[in-house]
């Protein structure tokens, strides 16, 4: 799962990122029925599932991408930036750990107590460790089959839109 986690780009991070942080009021409303055993669970799972993985940097991350956005408004402080992305980076640090949180909690509000005590237990199971080490492949493998697929049925579309637009007196 790492090696395929490492394939992931940036964007995918900012998406999840995105997506972590979208349903932010749920997550807060649901803390209150989410019970202390339910979080334990679903922390657990993540741990299983090398969740931590998909943000271990985050804050480097996202300090970077500031550091070059204010580079390209402020070029004359390329230095000092570059400096301060340091200082910000070591201020931050540890950070991501809230995505954790946030996921946990977010999985105590989907899931019921018992729910995630069952996963937890399937994911230990022999067939819940094949699937968390089978499946970053088959989704990587899927994946390439979707663009695939989509490269040669765009082919066909355009075909299609050639052929109507014959029938209508013009070529494309």
């Known amino acids: 799962m790492k090696s395929v986690l490492k394939l992931l780009p940036v964007a995918t991070l900012a998406v999840g990122l995105a997506l972590s942080v979208a349903p932010a009021g ?10 202390p055993t339910a979080i334990a669970a679903a922390k657990e799972i993540l741990a299983i599932k090398n969740a931590s993985a998909m943000y271990a940097n985050a804050v480097p991350g996202l300090v970077d991408k500031t550091r070059i956005a204010l580079i390209q408004q402020n070029l004359n402080y390329q230095k000092d930036l ?4 340091g200082v910000v980076n070591q201020q931050l640090a ?3 750990k809230e995505i954790g949180e ?19 237990t399937f994911y230990k199971s022999p067939l ?5 080490e089978a499946e ?15 490269q040669n049925f765009s082919e066909t579309v355009m075909g299609a ?4 637009m014959r029938k ?3 070529e494309i």
């Open 82 to 85: 570059t400096e301060v992305a």
């Open 161 to 164: 839109f050639r052929a109507e």
């Open 128 to 132: 819940g460790k094949k699937l968390i």
């Open 94 to 96: 540890g950070r991501e």
């Open 136 to 150: 970053p492949r088959a989704i990587g493998l899927s994946m390439a089959f979707m663009n695939s697929w989509a």
């Open 26 to 35: 749920a997550q807060q409303a649901a803390s209150p029925k989410s019970s």
């Open 102 to 120: 946030g996921m946990a909690q977010v999985y105590a509000s989907e899931f019921t107590e018992q729910e995630l005590k069952d996963l937890v």
């Open 168 to 170: 209508r007196g013009k």
